[in-house]
């Protein structure tokens, strides 16, 4: 009986190989037989989606938490996909199991839905708009601040995070469905994230073993080095200020100034992810704030702020920090909103011209290659049916209706009503956007709607309407937008769109779990919201220092901080036009306000880490432009994820109140 289940075994997943292998050339018309989407998804594929999602859940949280920057890590999650289930199924071949074949669409499902699970923790607003609420952040703004409501605080909890992130993030699962096919096959949006990724799986399943087998010892010597480097350096963090992270690099004056490296291995690999126009605008704005404005503003101390106020009152030095940050960013902000939409205007009126001339329409159909078809066949055969897109956004509309005003009373019943109403454009303008240029613009979305809220809410009300209203605009927006890179990515690698929709919401849904108690397994065993500490969670300050000034209006700023935000808000449109209009050999040079941003806050130190890792990435594509295109995922994809694996260990230690032994601390003599 035994041996007849082996039989059966063997035969099925035989059956499996062939499908898999089955040729896709001219004599299959190109339309070479896929698996069926309910064998894309696969309960082992689902298991490593909930491995890989934690671990990275807990890498963005703490990346959110310290410096509020956390770069895109799909290519990264792809890749660790592929090392996980070719390592799985290597080593039950060793041990005599046959194995269904890995392929490149439970690959895709299996980063799909880690994706998702660690997009709640980027996005959930754990280092934004929800802490935003609690008291430290509400002392931090001022408690004698003119329109920083007493009232306006509530503490984090699991049970309404958890249930805020279920109600608001599933609605943008439902919101595009109707569009997929006019935004992925009709309009052939570019979707360059998407595009990337799909690129990068496809070159996973045909390099063959010998790629495969250097990018997994790639990743395991830089995992185990940045594992072991983490568990090092506790040793000697034994008080504040102590360790490694603390090493005065460049000199003790620079060290006060946070100019210094601070051995966290997560930086670097992170720099060796972003661009490296991202990487030198940060060490910009790091020159800009810390080595140039911040000394010579407090040279006006007893000026233009009392002498005796405390470092983080929001009437001292802190307030210019935290308000000129803001300006950057709105004003880089509204400016690519107006782009896309202007962008966005341009493109569907030059499409339906077109359309309407009827030009070349059947010489188009006729150029189309044998794979595009392939692709279009797959992508439109297992459709999604548009009723279940229109009633899921519906019913989950209702929920968030009655749920909404439950958690936050300060945000009405109607205002959560015509935000449902508007999110269906908005997200289309977004995700259309996207596809033209990779810019998910969700964040200043959720900013307008921040502003307007805290207006319109009144003193008493607005700061918790905004920054609640804020998070159910984004998400919604956001999740949406993230969906169809996926759908994207789906279409180019011939995965079922029924699959990967199934596979997004499994990876939301860990995700409205997971992201919460990653976040607690931080803000218990940390100092979260320090200013002076390494969990500074900047952006919480930040969004509710908006609300602030939606509330308040500019009597919120201390002296002479209108001029210099006016002054910032102009530098940053003024930047994005010079990239956007001014000849390429000047564009390509102007950096990238977002990115100044967060060192005018939180200092210049992590901007150090990630020019090293950008200077080893442009080292290595000089030396070996090849190899690096290889590696270089691998290697900086070991080095996050090591010091984040260490994070767990690190954190246990400090519930436990275990302390490092050692205080390495470094003074004048």
């Known amino acids: 009986m035994e041996n007849m289940r082996t039989m059966n075994e063997k035969k099925e997943i035989e059956r499996d190989n062939l499908e898999e292998e089955l040729p896709e050339g001219p004599e299959s018309g190109g339309l070479g037989r896929t698996r069926p989407w309910t064998r894309q998804l696969t309960l ?38 592929f090392l996980f289930m070719r390592t799985w199924t ?27 699970c660690y997009s709640i923790a980027v996005g959930g607003g754990f280092a934004s708009y929800l802490l935003g609420l609690n008291r430290r952040t509400y002392e931090l703004s001022g408690v004698d601040a003119q329109g920083n409501s007493s009232k306006a605080v509530k503490e984090p909890g699991v049970g309404w995070m958890t249930g805020f992130l279920f109600v608001v993030c599933f609605v943008g699962l439902f919101v595009l469905i109707p569009l997929r096919k006019i935004l992925i096959v009709d309009l052939k949006l570019a979707y360059p994230s998407g595009l990337a990724t799909a690129v990068l799986i496809n070159g996973f399943h045909s390099r063959g073993d010998k790629m495969a087998k250097k990018q997994v010892r790639g990743f395991m010597k830089y995992f185990s080095f940045s594992f072991l480097w983490g568990f090092f350096q506790w040793f000697f963090k034994g008080k504040d200020a102590c360790g490694f992270a603390q090493f005065p690099t460049f000199g003790l004056q620079a060290w006060k100034q946070t100019f210094f490296f601070d051995f966290s291995t997560t930086y670097v690999g992170a720099g060796m992810i972003c661009s490296h126009l991202v990487n030198l605008s940060l060490l910009f704005g790091s020159v800009i704030s810390y080595g140039l404005m911040w000394p010579l503003i407090d040279r006006h101390r007893g000026d233009w702020f009392s002498d005796g106020l405390e470092e983080s009152s929001m009437k001292s030095l802190y307030g210019y920090k935290a308000f000129i940050s803001v300006a950057l960013i709105l004003g880089d902000g509204l400016y690519n909103i107006v782009k896309i939409i202007c962008v966005t205007v341009i493109s569907i009126h030059g499409r339906m011209k077109n359309r309407n001339q009827n030009l070349a329409t059947a010489e188009e159909d006729q150029s189309k290659t044998l794979e595009d078809k392939r692709q279009n066949d797959v992508f439109l055969r297992e459709t999604i049916p548009m009723w279940i897109g229109l009633a899921g956004y519906g019913l989950l509309s209702v929920v968030s209706i009655i749920a909404i005003p439950f958690m936050f009373p300060e945000l009405k019943w109607y205002f959560v009503l015509v935000a449902y109403i508007l999110a269906p454009s908005l997200a289309f303008c ?43 605009i984004k998400s919604a927006v956001s999740v949406a937008c993230i969906l169809m890179q996926d759908f994207k990515t789906a279409h180019l ?64 700023l201390p002296r002479h901080c209108l001029q210099l935000c006016y002054g910032f808000f102009s530098f ?3 930047v994005n036009l010079i990239r956007d209009l001014g000849p390429q050999k000047v564009g390509k040079w102007m950096p990238l306000p977002m990115a100044m941003a967060p060192p005018f806050l939180v200092g210049a130190y992590f901007t150090i880490d990630m020019c090293l890792g950008t200077l080893v990435v442009y080292g290595w594509q ?14 900086a994809s070991g080095l996050i994820c090591g010091e984040g694996l260490w994070i767990l260990p690190a954190s246990v230690l400090a519930l436990a109140k275990i302390k490092p032994p050692i205080c390495m601390k470094f003074v004048p003599s």
């Open 44 to 81: 082992r594929g689902v298991m490593v989606s909930v491995v890989i999602g934690v671990i990275y859940s807990v890498i963005a949280m703490k990346l959110n938490l310290t410096t509020g920057l956390v770069p895109n890590l799909n290519v990264s999650a792809a890749l660790l996909a």
């Open 90 to 116: 290597k080593v039950l071949h060793r041990a005599g199991y046959v194995t269904r074949p890995f392929t490149r669409q439970e690959n895709t499902m299996i980063q799909t839905c880690a994706v998702a």
């Open 430 to 472: 977004n995700a259309y956007g996207a596809g033209l240029t990779d810019m998910n613009m969700a964040y200043n979305y959720g900013k307008v709607a921040l502003f307007i809220l805290a207006a319109i809410s009144g003193k008493e009300n607005g700061l918790i309407a905004g920054l609640a209203g804020c998070g159910l």
């Open 493 to 556: 690698t011939l995965t079922s769109p029924r699959a990967m929709f199934l596979s997004q919401v499994i990876g939301t849904a860990i995700g409205c779990v997971v992201a919460p108690l990653s976040f607690f397994l931080f803000y218990k065993a940390f100092d979260v919201g320090n200013p002076n500490g390494e969990f500074k969670a900047p952006y919480a300050l930040i969004y509710r220092n908006m609300a602030i000034l939606g509330v308040q209006g500019f009597s919120a």
């Open 572 to 574: 940053a449109v003024a």
């Open 622 to 635: 000089k030396l070996n432009a090849t190899q690096a295109e290889l590696m270089v995922p691998a290697v």
